[in-house]
């Protein structure tokens, strides 16, 4: 069965410094992962995908992720964080073997600090 | 190009009522999907549709009905509603190929009391 998990309900973090909102999936087969960002009263907006190739994927507004398939993780990045990248983020897994049921992580709010 | 659209944005039902939720999607996307948004469970799926006359049950689909009779609308119907429907819904759409990512309207917060 397909699972994700975001370890954090909250991350915080200073403007200007790193940030690192933490996904780990199961699958079976290989993975196609995706990060979502939620501001607020709004729908979940694409922001990158993982499906196969390079490990590390950029994305909309800065932001990158890692693919690493020993660890099954898929964290969400930005080298410099800004106040208006608060919001609440989501992970999620669909698999490539057939189906079209897309899991989504329960979220973590991130709060990027002036 | 407005993407995802959803009607209507908020509402409140008593016990019983019925309603139909509309999503409407101007990219002639083929897949569409309902889902609910509830405090630390993220999105469960209700149900989907792979193509235009075709639906199936998601993760929690009961108590609702769905309804795919053009291309760009995918209907979420409540046949009596309940407190425990009381959430935010979601309408998303997606193309066929690539990885599937999806495209989600605005979202519907409905009450029920």
């Known amino acids: 069965a397909q699972s994700v998990a975001q370890p954090e309900d909250q991350v915080n973090v200073a403007e200007g410094n790193p940030l690192t909102v933490k996904c780990t999936y199961s699958?079976?087969?290989?993975?196609?992962l995706f990060w979502y960002v939620q501001y607020p009263n709004r729908g979940l907006q694409f922001l990158l995908k993982?499906?196969?190739?390079?490990?590390l994927v950029k994305g909309s507004y800065g932001f990158e992720a890692e693919f690493n398939k020993s660890q099954t993780s898929f964290h969400l990045k930005k080298p410099s964080a800004l106040v208006s990248d608060s919001a609440l983020y989501f992970c999620?897994?669909?698999?490539?073997?057939?189906?079209?049921?897309?899991?989504f992580g329960a979220g973590t709010r991130l709060f990027v600090k002036a | 190009n407005a993407g995802v659209t959803q009607t209507p944005k908020f509402r409140v039902l008593k016990t019983g009522q019925s309603m139909t939720l509309l999503c409407a999607q101007d990219?002639?996307?083929?897949?569409m999907y309902w889902y609910r948004q509830d405090p630390g469970m993220g999105l469960r799926l209700i149900h989907y549709?792979?193509?235009?006359?075709?639906?199936a049950k998601g993760e929690v689909p009961d108590g609702y009905n769905v309804s795919r009779l053009k291309k760009q609308n995918f209907l979420l119907g409540l046949e009596s509603a309940a407190p425990s429907q009381t959430s935010v819904y979601f309408c998303?759409?997606?193309?066929?190929?690539?990885?599937?990512?999806?495209?989600f309207g605005p979202g519907t917060r409905l009450t029920v009391t």
């Open positions: 993982y499906i196969t190739g390079d490990n």
């Open positions: 699958v079976s087969g290989n993975p196609y």
């Open positions: 990219m002639n996307h083929e897949y």
């Open positions: 998303a759409s997606s193309f066929v190929g690539g990885g599937y990512e999806q495209y």
């Open positions: 549709s792979v193509g235009e006359g075709t639906t």
């Open positions: 999620a897994v669909r698999a490539n073997t057939g189906g079209f049921k897309t899991i």
